[in-house]
């Protein structure tokens, strides 16, 4: 099952949400906002980066900044916990399954997401849509 999370606000995260539902393809999806990530989440999404937190984390966020803290000095336990206390500062969405992680909305890498019965029907299907 596709994970997808998100926050109110964000305007990737409802592309996202929209790329999924005009696919047809499930997924569940979890305000950060008012359900933060539990520490095992965390870890699990982590461990899928290939960047660590650099991948995860906006260093623009304007809470990082208030905070003033360096994501890099934390021990685990001090990250695990801003991430749940400021779940704003994840980057957005995050999207996960299984096997992939992505972060943030691109309309060419989500594609990954497709089930492989289904991606020759909708590559097909969209070709046409193209040249009509």
Same mark, same amino acid.
């Given at each position: 099952? !596709? /994970?997808?999370?998100?926050?109110? #606000?964000?305007? #990737?995260?409802?592309?996202?949400?929209?790329? *999924?539902?005009?696919?047809?393809?499930?997924?569940? =999806?979890? /305000?950060? #906002?008012?359900?933060?990530? =539990?520490?095992?989440?965390?870890? /699990?999404?982590?461990?899928?980066? =290939?960047?660590?937190?650099?991948?995860?984390?906006?260093?623009?966020?304007?809470?990082? %900044?208030?905070? /003033?803290? =360096?994501?890099?000095?934390?021990?685990?336990?001090?990250?695990?916990?801003?991430?749940?206390?400021?779940?704003? !500062?994840?980057?957005?969405?995050?999207?996960?399954?299984?096997?992939?992680? %992505?972060?943030?909305?691109?309309?060419?890498? !989500?594609?990954? *997401?497709?089930?492989?019965?289904?991606?020759? *029907?909708?590559?097909?299907?969209? #070709?046409?849509?193209?040249?009509?």
């Amino acid at each position: 099952m !596709i /994970n997808l999370y998100t926050t109110t #606000s964000c305007t #990737s995260c409802q592309k996202a949400k929209a790329w *999924f539902e005009e696919n047809q393809i499930d997924y569940i =999806e979890r /305000n950060l #906002s008012h359900n933060p990530l =539990e520490e095992d989440e965390i870890k /699990n999404i982590l461990s899928m980066t =290939e960047e660590g937190t650099d991948e995860i984390i906006s260093t623009r966020s304007k809470i990082l %900044q208030k905070l /003033n803290i =360096e994501i890099d000095e934390l021990s685990l336990q001090e990250l695990y916990k801003v991430l749940r206390d400021h779940p704003t !500062i994840l980057k957005r969405p995050i999207i996960q399954d299984e096997r992939i992680l %992505q972060v943030g909305y691109n309309e060419e890498d !989500i594609r990954a *997401f497709i089930p492989r019965r289904l991606r020759a *029907f909708i590559t097909i299907e969209q #070709s046409e849509q193209v040249n009509t």
